[in-house]
């Protein structure tokens, strides 16, 4: 494409979430996001924040893509079975936005390299599947003071919280360590709650970065698609928390 097409382009490519973020759109071209879990809500809030155009991007994931993720995962064709998901999507969006900056790791997220990979982030975006990786999350998110955004689906329901350390209940305050973990290979998931609950999260990012308002802060949203049931409920922060207690000391 000749430079002066690709100048027009960008000028226009914003226009119309600039009708409705003014100014503040440009906050999200200064926005370096950081997305654990490339899966169902992962892909799609890959894409979304593609289009949005963020700054930088970068995606963690260690699993390659199967046939049974195609029904959901926003991003993956059947040619993209057997590749890694971390590096597929990175080619994908590229070519969806060449503006964004895309950083793929395939890699499993742990204590270890946690620091090393999202530490040139200013927001986290969890889209994972298991307590153990939200663990490393909040723990690396609580001591660097990133606010993170809990998202998580299972069946026809769906969960969402940002936590803001210093300011809201940490992770570990409030979820429990399940003593077998849900497993939505098994349970089954559907897209349509992989790509409302991804929506509702980078709406939130939009609302944390662009207004200085994230409406999900120290609560818990949950939805049920299948029964139109959706509340929000106050979060509190436990005395004897693990990770709250161990910052404090
Ligand atoms: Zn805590």
Redesign the pocket.
């Known amino acids: 494409m000749q430079i002066g097409n690709m100048i027009g382009m960008r000028s226009l490519r914003y226009l119309r979430q600039e009708r409705i973020l003014g100014k503040e759109s440009k906050k999200l071209r200064n926005a370096s996001v950081g997305i654990v879990g490339i899966g169902g809500i992962g892909s799609n809030s890959a894409l979304l924040c593609t289009q949005l155009g963020v700054e930088k991007l970068i995606l963690v994931d260690r699993d390659f893509v199967q046939v049974t993720n195609l029904s959901r995962q926003s991003l993956f064709s059947e040619r993209s079975i057997g590749k890694p998901k971390a590096s597929e999507a990175e080619k994908i969006l590229h070519k969806i936005n060449s503006d964004v900056d895309i950083n793929a790791y395939q890699d499993q997220l742990s204590h270890k390299n946690v620091g090393a990979i999202l530490g040139e982030t200013g927001v986290i975006l969890d889209c994972t599947d298991n307590y153990d990786t939200r663990k490393i999350i909040n723990e690396y998110a609580w001591s660097n003071k990133k606010t993170w955004i809990f998202a998580s689906a299972f069946g026809m329901e769906c969960m969402l919280s940002t936590v803001i350390p210093g300011k809201t ?2 992770f ?2 409030w979820a429990k360590e399940p003593e077998v973990e849900s497993n939505c290979s098994e349970a089954g998931i559907m897209n349509t709650t992989t790509a409302f609950i991804s929506s509702l999260q980078i709406q939130e990012m939009v609302n944390l970065l662009c207004f200085g308002k994230p409406v999900f802060a120290g609560s818990l949203f949950y939805g049920d698609l299948r029964n139109g049931i959706f509340h929000k409920k106050k979060l509190k ?2 005395k004897d ?1 693990a ?2 207690r161990k910052q404090k000391a």
Do not use: N, R
Request: aromatic share 0%; hydrophobic share 0%.
């Open positions: 209940p940490c570990q305050c922060t436990q928390c990770c709250c």
